[in-house]
């Protein structure tokens, strides 16, 4: 296409990108406040929730002299007494204790952990302290759990674990299970000759094959009838099962707070319809699971961490009641763009206006977004300074993008004068033929160094879209209105990225079986960055070698 062909198109495409930015920023918070009708739950009373009291800032069972004491799990189950009629607890160590004796004062039930690991040590320590507890209080106790996933996380082999728990079943009359996600009950049936009932975990979120929310309840049904027919004449508890109210999305699998309400109430209509014992994860948000899991592994539970109602069981559900903080920072932001832009500016007229406006706009819903992640993912002082200083560069990027965009688009419309010709300046001893490319290539090396983490080591990163976002799209409307034909090639070292950008971002897509709207816009990304290069690289290849500028 030639020069003046493609001129007429190039500023309708740009005015389409910037405009669809802005669109896109006002949905995606006007979504996160819509209200979502879903099924009210039969009743705001759940037969049992796992406890872990470890949900303020720097509490974490890793920590060796960790210690809660009565008097804080005493007031945790007088408030989850009013919700629930059982607690499960994974370990008798740190003051937990005390949970069997305490919330028998309240009326409720425990369903007791011992926590098995690698430590042998450890593991006679804990149980000794159970025995003693089940002796205790036994009046209080519906069932010992020795050991959680112990087989998933390979620290004991079947042998090891089958002499603990027969110990303990020998040692008490307090019915004993082990408790492990539901294929390695099927790898390892001989631990039911061992255990009073069958203890399994069904995460819909988890499975190896990601399972959607909306058919989560239908996916736990058909396990728990499978594992009935693969154990006859063995009880059979659910000892997990739930949904994440933030983190990435897994496939289909979308982490979201309407998500885990809409999990919850179709779980309990299920569970009303049939003789199933169940523990629900959990009560209280656990902030220390963020190491393990990412932002995901802090989000499982029923109360925030700071003991507040995530949700109502009847009603509609929103996602974010903070939404029109979104729209308000884009309004913001698009205020500051024009100011910004009146700076020094060499253009006149209403485009240039508009396309700062718009920028401003988009720039601001997705500062806000990043924003938003930031408040879920970060753990300390550390990765909040890496995540603010990182959405101030966007944003700066963001701006000094959108000044150019706004002088081209308030240009005369003769193509000869939609840009000035290159220019080539040195920069870190390396020739560069545009203002913006120093940047451009900064953000390509970081979005391609994020992206092979992506690749290889996914499973609990987030999709940082909104931080992406301002430079990716910012890149791109600026080269769909380079329309010289004299453009020089690329740096080698641009050009490589370039091609490894839309290689990851192809493989993530992959990876995600393409059920992820979330990749899928992560792949844009990708694409949007490498575009100018891949664009300038095959125009300058295509020049004859005589005529291609110096």
């Given at each position: 296409?030639?020069?003046?062909?493609?001129a007429?198109?190039a500023?309708?495409?740009?005015?389409?990108?910037?405009?669809?930015?802005?669109?896109?920023?006002?949905?995606y918070?006007?979504?996160?406040?819509?209200?979502?009708?879903?099924?009210?739950?039969?009743?705001?009373?759940?037969?049992?929730?796992?406890?872990?009291?470890?949900?303020?800032?720097?509490?974490?069972?890793?920590?060796?002299?960790?210690?809660?004491s009565?008097?804080?799990?005493?007031e945790?189950?007088?408030?989850?007494?009013t919700?629930?009629?059982?607690v499960?607890?994974y370990?008798?160590?740190?003051?937990?204790g005390?949970?069997?004796?305490?919330?028998?004062r309240?009326?409720?039930?425990?369903?007791?952990?011992?926590?098995?690991?690698r430590?042998?040590?450890?593991?006679?320590r804990?149980?000794?302290?159970?025995?003693a507890a089940?002796?205790?209080?036994?009046?209080?106790?519906r069932?010992?759990?020795?050991?959680?996933?112990?087989?998933l996380?390979?620290?004991?082999?079947?042998?090891?674990?089958?002499?603990?728990?027969?110990?303990?079943?020998?040692?008490?009359?307090?019915?004993?299970?082990?408790?492990?996600?539901w294929e390695?009950?099927?790898?390892?049936?001989?631990?039911?000759?061992?255990?009073?009932?069958?203890?399994?975990?069904?995460?819909?979120?988890?499975?190896?094959?990601?399972v959607?929310?909306?058919?989560a309840?239908?996916?736990?049904?058909?396990?728990?009838?499978?594992?009935?027919?693969?154990?006859?004449?063995?009880?059979?508890m659910?000892?997990?099962?739930g949904?994440?109210?933030?983190?990435?999305?897994?496939?289909?699998?979308?982490?979201?707070?309407?998500?885990?309400a809409r999990?919850?109430?179709?779980f309990?209509n299920?569970?009303?319809?049939?003789d199933?014992?169940?523990?629900?994860?959990?009560?209280?948000?656990?902030?220390w699971?963020?190491?393990?899991?990412?932002?995901?592994?802090?989000?499982?539970?029923?109360?925030?961490?700071?003991?507040?109602?995530?949700?109502?069981?009847?009603?509609?559900?929103?996602?974010e009641?903070?939404?029109?903080?979104?729209l308000a920072?884009?309004?913001?932001?698009?205020?500051?763009?024009?100011?910004?832009g009146a700076?020094?500016?060499?253009?006149?007229?209403?485009?240039?206006w508009?396309?700062?406006?718009l920028?401003?706009f988009?720039?601001?819903?997705?500062?806000?977004?990043h924003?938003?992640?930031?408040?879920?993912?970060?753990?300390?002082p550390?990765?909040?300074?890496?995540?603010?200083?990182?959405?101030?560069?966007?944003?700066?990027?963001?701006?000094?993008?959108?000044?150019?965009?706004?002088a081209r688009?308030?240009?005369?419309?003769?193509?000869?004068?939609?840009?000035?010709?290159?220019?080539e300046?040195?920069?870190?001893?390396m020739?560069?033929?545009?203002?913006?490319?120093?940047?451009?290539?900064?953000?390509?090396?970081?979005?391609t160094?994020?992206?092979?983490?992506?690749?290889f080591?996914?499973?609990?990163?987030?999709?940082?879209?909104?931080?992406?976002?301002?430079p990716c799209?910012?890149?791109?409307?600026?080269?769909?209105?380079?329309?010289?034909?004299?453009?020089?090639?690329?740096?080698?070292?641009?050009?490589?990225?370039?091609?490894w950008?839309?290689?990851?971002g192809?493989?993530?897509?992959?990876?995600e079986l393409?059920?992820?709207?979330?990749?899928?816009?992560w792949l844009?990304?990708?694409?949007?960055?490498?575009?100018?290069?891949?664009?300038?690289?095959?125009?300058?290849a295509?020049?004859?070698?005589?005529?291609?500028?110096?």
């Open positions: 296409m030639s020069l003046s062909r493609y007429r198109f500023r309708p495409l740009a005015w389409i990108v910037l405009m669809a930015a802005a669109v896109f920023g006002a949905a918070w006007w979504l996160l406040g819509r209200p979502v009708t879903l099924p009210d739950s039969p009743t705001a009373k759940i037969g049992c929730v796992s406890y872990a009291p470890f949900r303020f800032a720097g509490e974490t069972p890793f920590d060796p002299n960790a210690f809660i009565p008097q804080r799990i005493e945790d189950l007088k408030a989850l007494s919700r629930f009629d059982c499960r607890t370990s008798m160590g740190q003051g937990l005390a949970v069997p004796d305490i919330a028998g309240y009326g409720m039930k425990v369903l007791m952990g011992i926590w098995l690991g430590d042998p040590i450890a593991n006679e804990e149980i000794a302290l159970g025995i089940a002796k205790r209080d036994r009046n209080t106790l069932g010992i759990i020795v050991g959680n996933e112990v087989l996380r390979n620290e004991l082999s079947e042998k090891a674990l089958a002499a603990d728990i027969a110990r303990v079943n020998e040692a008490t009359d307090v019915p004993v299970t082990y408790a492990d996600v390695f009950w099927q790898a390892h049936p001989a631990l039911a000759k061992v255990t009073d009932y069958i203890t399994i975990h069904i995460l819909p979120y988890w499975e190896d094959e990601p959607s929310p909306e058919k309840v239908r996916h736990v049904a058909d396990v728990y009838q499978r594992m009935k027919a693969e154990f006859p004449g063995k009880q059979i659910i000892g997990e099962t949904w994440p109210s933030q983190g990435r999305t897994r496939r289909d699998a979308s982490a979201s707070l309407v998500n885990e999990y919850l109430r179709e309990l299920y569970a009303a319809t049939v199933m014992p169940y523990n629900v994860i959990e009560a209280f948000d656990q902030p699971k963020r190491d393990l899991e990412g932002t995901v592994g802090g989000f499982w539970g029923i109360f925030d961490a700071k003991g507040e109602p995530k949700f109502a069981m009847t009603g509609p559900v929103v996602e009641s903070r939404w029109s903080w979104g920072a884009g309004g913001v932001v698009a205020v500051l763009f024009v100011l910004a700076f020094r500016r060499r253009w006149h007229g209403v485009p240039g508009a396309a700062l406006a920028s401003g988009a720039t601001g819903t997705a500062l806000a977004a924003a938003r992640l930031l408040w879920f993912a970060c753990r300390n550390l990765e909040w300074t890496v995540g603010v200083a990182a959405g101030v560069a966007g944003a700066f990027t963001a701006l000094w993008l959108a000044r150019a965009i706004a688009l308030a240009a005369p419309v003769n193509p000869a004068e939609v840009a000035p010709r290159p220019v300046r040195r920069m870190w001893g020739a560069w033929t545009d203002a913006f490319t120093p940047q451009r290539f900064v953000w390509m090396f970081i979005l160094l994020y992206g092979i983490l992506m690749a080591n996914g499973r609990y990163r987030d999709f940082p879209i909104g931080l992406f976002a301002m799209i910012g890149f791109l409307t600026l080269a769909l209105l380079r329309t010289r034909e004299d453009a020089l090639m690329p740096l080698v070292e641009e050009r490589f990225l370039a091609i950008l839309v290689l990851l192809i493989a993530v897509v992959v990876q393409g059920a992820n709207v979330v990749a899928w816009g844009l990304l990708n694409l949007a960055l490498a575009f100018p290069v891949l664009a300038a690289w095959a125009r300058a295509r020049r004859p070698k005589d005529t291609r500028p110096a």
